[in-house]
C-alpha cells in the first residue's frame, strides 16, 4: 500500500463527515448556558474548532453574510479540517503499526 491511498481515502472520507458536520451553520458555542451538559459543550467546541478557518475568514470577509457564502465557506473549512485530522489518523495507525511489527520482530 502506497502512502497516496490513505491520502485518497482520507479525502473521500472527508466528504460525508463535513456534510454531516454542517447542518448547525451558526457557532453553536454562543448561548449555551453555563450548566450545559458536558456533551453539549463538547459538540460545540468540536463544531467550532472544525470550523474555526470558516470562522476566521467570516470575520476578514465584508460580504460574508450572504448565506450561501456562509454555507460554502463553512463547508470547506470544515472538509480541509477532516481532511487533515483523517490523515493525521491515517499515517499515526500507520506508524504505530510499523512500530509494533518493529517491536515483535526483536522479541521473536
Same mark, same amino acid.
Given at each position: $500500500?502506497? $502512502?497516496? *491511498?490513505? /491520502?485518497?481515502?482520507?479525502?473521500?472520507?472527508? %466528504?460525508?463527515? =463535513?456534510?454531516?458536520?454542517?447542518?448547525?451553520?451558526?457557532?453553536?458555542? /454562543?448561548?449555551?448556558?453555563?450548566? =450545559?451538559?458536558? &456533551?453539549? #459543550? &463538547? %459538540? =460545540?467546541?468540536?463544531? /467550532?474548532?472544525?470550523?474555526?478557518?470558516?470562522?476566521?475568514?467570516?470575520?476578514?470577509?465584508?460580504?460574508?453574510?450572504?448565506? !450561501?457564502?456562509?454555507?460554502? /465557506?463553512?463547508?470547506? !473549512?470544515?472538509?480541509?479540517?477532516? =481532511?487533515?485530522?483523517?490523515?493525521?489518523?491515517?499515517?499515526? &495507525?500507520? +506508524?504505530?503499526?510499523?512500530?509494533? *511489527? +518493529?517491536? !515483535?520482530?526483536? #522479541?521473536?
Amino acid at each position: $500500500m502506497g $502512502m497516496v *491511498r490513505p /491520502v485518497k481515502i482520507a479525502l473521500i472520507a472527508a %466528504i460525508p463527515i =463535513a456534510i454531516l458536520n454542517l447542518p448547525p451553520t451558526f457557532a453553536i458555542d /454562543v448561548g449555551l448556558p453555563a450548566d =450545559a451538559n458536558w &456533551f453539549l #459543550q &463538547f %459538540i =460545540a467546541a468540536e463544531w /467550532v474548532v472544525m470550523h474555526w478557518l470558516g470562522i476566521e475568514l467570516g470575520r476578514l470577509d465584508p460580504y460574508y453574510h450572504y448565506l !450561501s457564502l456562509d454555507i460554502f /465557506v463553512l463547508y470547506l !473549512s470544515s472538509y480541509i479540517e477532516w =481532511a487533515l485530522v483523517l490523515i493525521a489518523a491515517f499515517y499515526a &495507525f500507520l +506508524g504505530l503499526r510499523r512500530f509494533s *511489527r +518493529g517491536l !515483535s520482530a526483536n #522479541q521473536g
